[in-house]
């Protein structure tokens, strides 16, 4: 697998012109937005980064020190760089996913960086064939939510415009002769007779805002989980079987299988019950994955629990 680093990075994000919104050093591309409390939606969605989609992993990465495009990178990290958060619009700068990059971006390139031009055109390939295996994202959650969302906003604005309470009610100075209290009095029900007005328009509309809030929902949900599913297709292990174009991917219990298997291969006695207390080699082997001894140990653990589980009922558990 061809792999790039910082300066096929910065020569690709320089023409997007992200200044500020992202950062380079040596370990790789980071967001360089703050969080914000005042602005979480738009903020977060420019900080995403793919290692978000394993956080609640088993074995999770640190997500924040952990970069959004870490270097080395592969073609296949490019494009789940560029799926969405800044890296979304350096899709954006290079084409459409269906047929890019576009040949007039790609040659904003330096000619002489061939390697950031491949790292590109390879992007957009792996992109693609994850897409095959993931399935496009279905838009009709969208074009529901934009539906649900634009009969609500109909249906309001004639609401609020039959109760006369489209606008906020502009205060009256009144004349010189009228005292402070009075005047603040006159506002203070002019405001209270808004509010009942507002409240009145938007009563009946409380089912179409459901429909709204209840179609943007599912809508998010469906893209959250393509978007998952097209990094875990991108970044997760993706050995092919021979004469075969289906991926196999570790699952859990093959992983924890594995790793207990591993310990038996190194030739340490392992207790015959997950109570038991695992051998000090554990740690060594642990080691060799590039795995902490805690994390190591909580997956042998498991393995051993069902091995356990089966000879209790009588059955046999397949040693890798």
């Known amino acids: 697998m061809d792999m790039y680093g910082k300066a ?15 950062t380079i ?7 360089g937005v703050d ?38 990178f592969s073609a296949k990290k490019l494009a789940a760089f560029m799926l969405s958060g800044t890296g979304a619009f350096v899709a954006d700068f290079y084409g459409v996913w269906q047929d890019g990059p576009d040949p007039d971006s790609l040659a904003e390139i330096d000619i002489d960086d061939n390697l950031a031009q491949a790292a590109l055109v390879g992007a957009y390939a792996a992109y693609r064939e994850a897409e095959k295996r993931v399935g496009a994202l279905d838009d009709n959650f ?4 934009d539906a649900a969302r634009r009969r609500y906003e109909d249906a309001r604005s004639a609401a609020l415009k039959r109760e006369k309470v489209a606008q906020m009610p502009r205060l009256e100075a009144g004349d010189s002769n009228e005292s402070k209290a009075k005047r603040d009095k006159r506002n203070a029900e002019r405001d209270e007779e808004y509010k009942l007005g507002r409240a009145r328009a938007l009563e009946p509309l409380k089912a179409l805002h459901e429909e709204k809030r209840r179609s943007a929902t599912e809508a998010e949900t469906a893209y959250q989980n393509w978007l998952s599913a097209m990094v875990r297709q991108l970044l997760e292990p993706d050995d092919t079987q021979a004469g075969q174009g289906a991926p196999v991917v570790e699952t859990k219990q093959q992983r924890q299988d594995r790793r207990l298997t591993a310990c038996e291969d190194a030739g340490l006695v392992m207790p015959k019950s997950s109570a038991g ?17 805690q994390a190591f140990s909580t997956d042998v653990k498991a393995a051993l629990k069902r091995r356990e589980a089966a000879t209790h009922e009588g059955g046999t558990v397949h040693r890798a």
């Open 142 to 145: 969208e074009k529901r939510a």
């Open 277 to 293: 207390r695992l051998p000090d080699g554990v740690g060594d082997v642990a080691d060799s994955e590039g795995k902490t001894r």
């Open 25 to 31: 050093d040596d370990r790789g591309v980071w967001p």
């Open 8 to 22: 096929q990075a910065k020569e690709i994000l320089k023409y997007c012109k992200l200044g500020e919104y992202l």
């Open 35 to 72: 969080r914000d409390d005042m602005l979480k939606v738009e903020t977060e969605l420019l900080r995403w980064k793919p290692a978000r989609v394993f956080r609640n992993d088993p074995n999770p990465p640190d997500v924040a020190n952990t970069p959004s495009l870490p270097f080395p």
